[in-house]
């Protein structure tokens, strides 16, 4: 009995270092090595299990599919560096000056379109929050929904294509949905690409943008002494459709290239990743952002994010592979199996654990952690391996938003402010997670919504 404990002691482990804040990858592959040397002591663990390791390690290093993160985090870094929302904010809330709540508008509408151009989540909050959060408090916005609506719209980045979050969870999920044909004992040569993620996630990506927009619109409209209603000189809030169109193409040229050659099958994510770096590259030149010393700052912000996740995919690789050699993914496939409701109720607990564990882990540590566990378990169930990983997406978006340890409230917490106090911020992102959990209600209650637009291409 005590064996099967295992795999659940292992997790708790786990999630208990993290929180003392010791580093996510060597907190996976130290506990996973301690508790299989205790096993191997004990006799209840197979010590030739660990020998499989450095092919796992080489399966990493080959898998063409990863090249994409380095380039994405790169191109996504060069933007940031080189100032292209700068014009875009200041013509979009011109543009929609006249609106109730048009800069929250015109804040939603650029941070969408960095999230489709960037795919970082701190680099376009830390972006919008350095821009536009002075802009609304001097407008006279509430403290607390300038700072929501901030943090909210960078999370875009999480689901809205390319994403660093569904290049990983594509790898994760291909992993998964072979491991779910042989434990069902049958082979079917689909497999999951990231092209089919991201393109499944544009409507929900949309329709969540649809939803901020609506809800700021709103709230000004009902609740001015949120969102006043600000008299600009008329002077001022003309802007020309000419000047708005060229300030947008820049953006709309290097998401076309990206998305549209991915679309169209003209290229695979991780080519249109190289071409989306080289096409930010182009654009700091053509904006005189771009010199030996940028491109330094780039490469090593890139290679510091890149090392992260890799070394966390290791160590996560490592957890895995001790925790199978436990019997944890038997142990996990007979608790779901166990369940009243079956599909349905499991989906619903896997979802609420990833919620839960939103609210203290990583959204990467998450998906390297969590998802290889249950993915092949509810794969074999019969669940949609596409909706499941835009599901996930979704769920995992909640992450940076809820408090203590959410990532885009830290990041707006170093830009924002000393008079706004935290509280304020948290206070502020409240409406934006309710948000998120509605649209994934919404793709629950009608998996078309993920799955229509993947089986039209």
């Known amino acids: 009995m005590l064996i099967e404990l295992i795999p659940l002691l292992m997790f708790v482990a786990i999630c208990v270092f993290l929180m003392f804040g010791y580093p996510v990858a ?16 004990g006799g209840v663990f197979d010590a030739n299990l660990l020998k499989s390791f450095p092919a796992r390690l080489y399966g990493i290093m080959n898998n063409y599919t990863l090249v994409a993160v380095p380039l994405f985090v790169f191109m996504g870094t060069v933007l940031e560096k080189s100032r292209l929302a700068e014009d875009l904010l200041e013509n979009m809330s011109k543009a929609c000056g006249r609106l109730p709540g048009g800069l929250g508008i015109s804040v939603v509408l650029v941070g969408t379109m960095l999230a489709a151009s960037t795919g970082i989540v701190g680099a376009t909050v830390v972006t919008m929050g350095l821009m536009s959060l002075p802009l609304m408090l001097k407008r006279g916005y509430a403290p607390s929904f300038a700072c929501g609506t901030i943090c909210a719209t960078g999370t875009l980045g999480q689901i809205i294509p390319p994403s660093i979050a569904l290049v990983l969870l594509g790898d994760v999920l291909s992993s998964a949905y072979q491991q779910a044909q042989l434990t069902l004992g049958v082979f079917n040569p689909k497999t999951i690409s990231v092209g089919d993620l991201f393109v499944a996630a544009l409507i929900p990506g949309l329709a969540l943008v649809a939803l901020y927009i609506a809800y700021v619109f709103f709230t000004a409209w009902l609740r001015p002494s949120i969102i006043p209603r600000v008299v600009i000189d008329e002077q001022e809030e003309q802007v020309s459709l000419l000047r708005v169109l060229l300030s947008l193409l820049p953006v709309l040229l290097l998401i076309g290239l990206v998305l549209g050659s991915i679309l169209v099958g003209a290229a695979t994510p991780t080519e249109a990743a190289g071409v989306g770096a080289l096409g930010a590259c182009l654009l700091a030149m053509a904006k005189k952002q771009f010199c030996l010393q940028r491109l330094r700052e780039v490469s090593r912000s890139t290679l510091q994010i890149s090392a992260m996740i890799f070394m966390i995919l290791i160590g996560a690789s490592l957890f895995s592979l001790v925790f199978r050699g436990f019997g944890g993914e ?11 409701g079956g599909v349905f109720t499991a989906v619903f607990l896997v979802m609420l654990v990833m919620f839960v564990l939103g609210f203290i882990l990583d959204f990467i540590e998450i998906i390297f952690v969590v998802v290889p566990i249950v993915a092949p378990v509810l794969l074999a169930m019969g669940v949609d391996p596409i909706w499941l990983g835009i599901m996930i997406a979704v769920n995992l978006q909640t992450s940076f938003l809820t408090p203590p340890f959410g990532f885009a409230l830290f990041y707006l917490r170093g830009v924002a402010p000393a008079t706004i106090p935290t509280s304020q911020i948290y206070r502020g992102v409240i409406p934006f997670i309710a948000l998120q959990l509605l649209l994934l209600c919404v793709m629950a209650l009608w998996p078309g919504l993920v799955t229509w637009l993947p089986q039209q291409l």
Not at 330 to 340: G, T, Y
């Open 26 to 41: 060597f907190t996976l592959a130290g506990v996973a090595l301690a508790f299989a040397g205790l096993g191997i002591a």
């Open 330 to 340: 038997e142990l996990v496939h007979e608790f779901f199996s166990q369940l009243p």
